[in-house]
């Protein structure tokens, strides 16, 4: 019988999310800098607020409350699902 080392499984589900984010932060960052540029504050704030949802997506309840693999594998942190 093959047992599930879950913890181990959790971090690997974290640092899939994590390379699934990184291209959408980048892509944020370049917006954010043409707020900058443009003044636009509304804009610059909306932006720092998707970026911050992105970073916090490891940290989704669903992915420490996950106890087998299949639960884990269909956990979809909010941010990365836009």
């Not at 640092?15 to 509304?42: C, Q, S, Y």
Request: charged share 30%.
């Amino acid at each position: 019988m093959i047992t599930v080392n879950m913890d181990k499984a959790r971090e690997i589900k974290k640092d899939m999310i994590r390379a699934e984010r990184n291209p959408k932060l980048a892509a944020l960052d370049v917006e954010f800098m043409r707020a900058v540029e443009a003044g636009d504050t509304e804009a610059q704030a909306t932006i720092a607020a998707q970026k911050q949802a992105l970073r916090d997506a490891t940290d989704d309840p669903a992915i420490a409350s996950a106890t087998t693999p299949d639960e884990l594998k269909a956990v979809v942190p909010t941010a990365l699902a836009e």
